[in-house]
């Protein structure tokens, strides 16, 4: 009888401290939500340009980002004397890398396109995450550049996994980690968020994004929340 109670008592206790998690989870992620405008400012963001600098190896080129959420983003950058295009959808994509000798636009492969859609989401991957079909769990606690942050492990519902860290004490995201195929070789690709600004009508943004190994910064000088995008840009030219 007694085993029978202490192994009761266990499972109780396991479960209360499973809960605990779940709701400790939904609390760090309800101040995250909150830290970036709040639910109703996040859901009003249907669209987003960024414009800025993007450093390779030293080299710099002025870019543009647009992005229509969960539709599409069409980037262009300057390099070379050279004018280049990228865009992704949930469904596929396209370039056109005149820096690599390109004369037409490209279709992307599968594999580039693996992730895009969960990458196009403006609101944010982990936010509403079990709506959107992913799992979401709060793995613990780890040091992000000197400072505690709680780190969330994403399996999205393709099955590809994402880690998250967000800061213990602003709530912001500051670290991504995930695997990628880049040019046939599937690597661990790290980035990192830092520098948040707020825009004049309320949305946030981090300013800089920094991304391992790849050695690329990329600094945010203008940022547009809901500009009118014509969605036409989306579109692969005609040959």
Known sequence: MKKILALTIAI??????????????????GKHQAAMG?????????????EGNMSV???????????ISNTGMRMEFEAM????????????????????????????SA???????????LQGEIIDAKTKGHNLELVGK???DGKEAYKFKLT?????????????????????IHSATV????????????????TDDGFVYASVIEQLPMDTKIMITKVQANPAIDASILQKPAK
């Open 57 to 67: 190896q030293g080299m710099e080129f002025p870019f543009k980002v647009s992005v």
């Open 156 to 176: 999205r519902k393709n099955g590809t996994v994402v880690n998250y860290f967000i800061d213990a004490a602003s709530y912001y995201i500051v670290k991504r």
């Open 12 to 29: 109780a206790l396991s479960g209360a401290a499973l809960q605990s998690k779940a709701q400790s989870a939904d609390e760090i992620i």
């Open 183 to 198: 040019q046939g070789q599937t690597m661990e690709l790290e980035t990192k968020m830092s520098e948040f600004k707020k």
């Open 111 to 121: 594999e580039d396109m693996k992730d895009v859609g969960n990458d196009l989401d």
């Open 81 to 108: 004397g050279t004018h280049n295009i990228q865009v992704a959808t949930p469904t596929g994509g396209w370039y056109f890398l005149p820096i690599q000798q390109q004369t037409e636009p490209v279709d992307a």
């Open 142 to 144: 780890e040091n992000v």
């Open 38 to 50: 709040g639910d109703a400012k996040l859901k009003s963001l249907k669209a987003m340009v960024s």
